[in-house]
């Protein structure tokens, strides 16, 4: 029996754990910190690293926001944490002012969110895969924290930042492993891919920018792969990127949203779901257009788009490892077979609520859920402030939905930087309210 080197063994009571220290719970720290809060709060990371989507992180590719809407310059602009301060440290920001595109590189953006964490190591346990979260009983309300090791950590409130579950569709999900995929893990997959076999045929399932990005990226670096994406939609759609549609990114759209009834939070969802869902930047989209065209004039077909697809079935051959999906046209009903080496889903991240899509709350939050109020489509209530909202008498903690609340909150909350600072400075406000320090 492995022995408990826990926390609780020592009789430490945090005033607030965070799980998961990515950008969201990194601006978070960077918010209690300027309210004298940061003492007795611990951020529990599974990576052994800080590291931003590390499996998205492709070559020429470039982040999907300004720049200034970092961890902290929304709120906080004269902040030592800011975007341009790291420029400053490390002698870029005049080649940045320099530089004609309208974003810098992603490879950038991980590394100012790597720069920023690593200025608050002493507040995150790095290699620390959480395993449970629950409710202590008793009259001083606590929470908590099981990891994989054995350690356990109590603390006065939680900050849940570990991100959105990705989206597997039901098809897909009992082949998913060696050679099916969600893009969340593209990069190491298709390195060992193309290591391990030459003539590849990889099926690319989504109409994302992800979706694009990646078929652009395997066309790169591996010119002699066959790519074929398979999308539901006629062609690839460019997001709507209009300044009046871009202004669902304030801070008073968020009181708009969250004040509206949720048929109308539903109704303005699928009005604007292209500024952020199932549609690309105008730059990829005409890249990949480009590609179509010069191989058409070399006569060499190595990127292949199925559009109006439905897939109807998936399998999966025991001899030779070979993934087959059967698809159907969805206005001539034309049926088709593409067998392939290898698939990669881009194909998103649950946000809450019963649709097929959506997921009613995280897994990790199982154990919080019965004394949690629901909302009348099936997902979980996030008060504004973005706490679990607790049924009457219910002696709970505060738990904080640290970037998962689009639903209820809109498109700022969507996996997003754009209003990430500005949430942070609205938890750590609620924590002082809710939580005394100690």
Known sequence: MKSKTSVCQTNRVYDCIGIGFGPSNIALAIALEERGLLENVLFLEARDHHSWHPNMMLPGTDIQHNPLRDLVTLRNPQSKYGFLCYLKENDRLLDYLNLSAPFPPRSEYTGYIDWVARQFSNNAKLSCVVSSIAPVEGDDPLVRVCDCEGSEYLARSLSFGAGRSPHIPEKFSKLMGDRVIHLTDYLSSVERWTSEQSNLHIGVVGGSQSAIEIILDINSRTPW???????????????????????????????????????????????????????????????????????????????VLLQNKEIENVSSSSTDKKIMLELSDRHSLERQTVTLDAVILATGFKNFGTGPEQ???????E?????TVFREDGGVSITRDYRLQKLNGAKTPPIYINGLCESSHGFGDAGSFSLLSIRAGTIAQSLEEHVVPT
């Open 225 to 303: 792969v066959k790519v074929t994406n398979i999308s539901r939609g006629f062609g690839f759609k460019q997001k709507d990127l209009s300044p009046f549609t871009e202004q669902i990114y304030y801070p008073e759209f968020v009181d708009y949203f969250y004040s509206s009834s949720i048929n109308s939070q539903k109704s303005l969802t699928r009005e604007l779901w292209r500024s952020n869902y199932g549609a690309a930047d105008h730059d990829v989209i005409d890249e990949l257009n480009f590609k179509l065209y010069e191989q058409k004039v070399q006569s060499d077909e190595k990127i």
């Open 367 to 371: 154990n919080l859920i019965d004394s």
């Open 359 to 365: 997921e009613p709350y995280h897994p990790l939050l």
